[in-house]
Structure formats: structure tokens, C-alpha cells
């Protein structure tokens, strides 16, 4: 019984050693600028607008990571027409990401945030506005290739008066990558 214990603690601190040297990418990175498109819903006559954020991540683990998003949307109707719609919505998001494989440079990860939600609008033609703070959620789909990413998000207020938006955002990333 003594040598199976033994053997059983020789096996453990072998695997956690290995599992310490399995660690291929670098633990900090940060996506300085993400630019993308954004595509409300549920807002009539807009049609689209910009993206602009920035999000810092830490590597938990090569398949686990938790970062804060920081972005803003900024959309509008076309100019056709006596009514002009203009809104915007910013959140301030935690993320956590999964990478469902960790053994390339090309990476595909699916993740979820919740946050802080602020939105606003107004429509110059019928001179109203409209204003809001709320939480709210973010499922998002992705690829990570090297040091760009490209990601899928749909941000989900769980207020009326701000914006849902399907966010499509491409991002240079500093740091992180493969070792």
C-alpha cells in the first residue's frame, strides 16, 4: 500500500510539473485599438456605425482568459429623409475567452462578458432624446491569428433605451502570442 501512495505523489508532482511547462503564450496582451463595425437592432431607420475600444486580457492558462473591454458605438440613420437618428452606446465589460485550440497560431475561442451598459439617442426631426444606464451581456465567437484578432459579439442591454448592437471588431494585439 506504501509504494502505491508513493507512486500515486510521484505521479502528481510529475504532472504538475509538466503542466507548468506546457504554458505556450505569453501571459499579458492587449488589444490597443479595436476598430470594427457595429449593426443596431431594434432602432428605427439606423442602419450602422463604428466601433472604437480597447481591451486588455491576462492569460489565465493557453485556453482560459479573462480581460476588460472597453468600447463605444457610435451609429446613425442615412441621411435620406426629414428624420436624422443618431445614437451611441459604451460598455465597460469583463470578459472571460476560451481557446479551443491551443497547439497554432491560428485560434478559435468563444467567450462571455458582463458589464455596464450606457446609451443614448437622439432624432434631430422629431427633436427627441433618449438616455439610459443598464448591465448587460456579451456572447462573442472569434479568431486570434498570432497577434490579430478578428471577433463576433453581440452586445445585449437589458434596457429599452440602450442599444443592441451585433459588433464585428478587428484589433492589433501587443503581447501575449506564442512564446
Same mark, same amino acid.
Given at each position: 500500500? %506504501?509504494?502505491f501512495? /508513493?507512486?500515486?505523489? =510521484?505521479?502528481?508532482? /510529475?504532472?504538475?510539473?509538466?503542466? #507548468?511547462?506546457?504554458?505556450? +503564450? &505569453?501571459?499579458?496582451?492587449? *488589444?490597443?485599438?479595436? !476598430?470594427? +463595425?457595429?449593426?443596431?437592432?431594434?432602432? $428605427?431607420g439606423?442602419?450602422?456605425?463604428?466601433? !472604437?475600444?480597447?481591451?486588455? %486580457?491576462?492569460?489565465?492558462? *493557453?485556453?482560459?482568459?479573462?480581460?476588460? %473591454?472597453?468600447? @463605444?458605438?457610435? +451609429?446613425?440613420? *442615412? !441621411?435620406e429623409g426629414?428624420?436624422?437618428d443618431? &445614437?451611441?452606446?459604451?460598455?465597460?465589460?469583463?470578459?472571460?475567452?476560451y +481557446?479551443? $485550440?491551443?497547439?497554432?497560431?491560428?485560434? =478559435?475561442?468563444?467567450? !462571455?462578458?458582463?458589464? =455596464?451598459?450606457?446609451g443614448?439617442?437622439?432624432?434631430v426631426?422629431?427633436?427627441?432624446? $433618449?438616455?439610459?444606464?443598464t448591465?448587460?451581456?456579451?456572447?462573442?465567437?472569434?479568431?486570434?491569428?498570432?497577434?490579430?484578432?478578428? #471577433?463576433?459579439?453581440?452586445?445585449?442591454?437589458? *434596457?429599452?433605451?440602450?442599444?443592441?448592437y451585433?459588433?464585428?471588431?478587428?484589433?492589433?494585439? @501587443?503581447?501575449g502570442?506564442?512564446?
Amino acid at each position: 500500500m %506504501r509504494h502505491f501512495f /508513493l507512486a500515486a505523489l =510521484l505521479s502528481c508532482t /510529475l504532472a504538475t510539473s509538466v503542466q #507548468a511547462q506546457a504554458t505556450n +503564450y &505569453g501571459a499579458f496582451e492587449w *488589444d490597443i485599438v479595436r !476598430l470594427g +463595425y457595429a449593426i443596431p437592432g431594434g432602432v $428605427d431607420g439606423v442602419t450602422g456605425g463604428l466601433l !472604437l475600444g480597447t481591451e486588455p %486580457r491576462y492569460n489565465i492558462n *493557453d485556453q482560459i482568459s479573462a480581460s476588460l %473591454r472597453i468600447e @463605444i458605438a457610435v +451609429y446613425g440613420s *442615412d !441621411l435620406e429623409g426629414d428624420n436624422v437618428d443618431i &445614437g451611441a452606446a459604451g460598455s465597460y465589460t469583463l470578459f472571460g475567452d476560451y +481557446y479551443f $485550440d491551443t497547439e497554432k497560431t491560428t485560434r =478559435l475561442f468563444g467567450g !462571455l462578458g458582463i458589464g =455596464l451598459f450606457s446609451g443614448a439617442s437622439v432624432s434631430v426631426g422629431d427633436v427627441t432624446a $433618449d438616455a439610459a444606464n443598464t448591465i448587460g451581456v456579451v456572447p462573442r465567437v472569434g479568431v486570434e491569428l498570432g497577434h490579430f484578432r478578428v #471577433a463576433l459579439e453581440y452586445n445585449l442591454a437589458f *434596457d429599452e433605451a440602450v442599444a443592441n448592437y451585433i459588433g464585428l471588431a478587428f484589433a492589433g494585439t @501587443i503581447g501575449g502570442g506564442p512564446r
